[in-house]
């Protein structure tokens, strides 16, 4: 029966991380957006309206891309697209910032 109890324990305790990692906020809005794709390079960049701020961990969807040939935009192409930015809970962002540093000390410390 304690087996049992500590195997229930385990399993709630497991399930509350995972929604803990999970979870996330939505904030919307609408961003400027600079894409350049060009024959060496493809650059991005999208202005973020203010009070919203990328941190380690969150995700930015662009709703809308303009139509281009074949990918190429021939220079740069500017234009206003609605953007969603999702905030990653205190979980991942503190997971991922650690997972982060351990990848740039390997390369700094790679013969």
Known sequence: MRRLLALVALG???FALHKWYNREVLLEG???VRLQ???EHFHFH???PPGMEIQPGDTLEIMHLPPTEDGRT???ICYRSPIRLYKAS???RFLTKKSSLV???E???HP
Do not use: M, P, T, Y
Request: a negative charge.
């Open 12 to 14: 709630a305790a497991a």
């Open 30 to 32: 609408e961003g400027f």
């Open 37 to 39: 794709s060009e024959h």
């Open 46 to 48: 999208v202005d973020l």
């Open 74 to 76: 021939n220079g740069e």
């Open 90 to 92: 205190w979980l991942r």
């Open 103 to 105: 990848e740039i000390n």
């Open 107 to 109: 390369l700094v410390e």
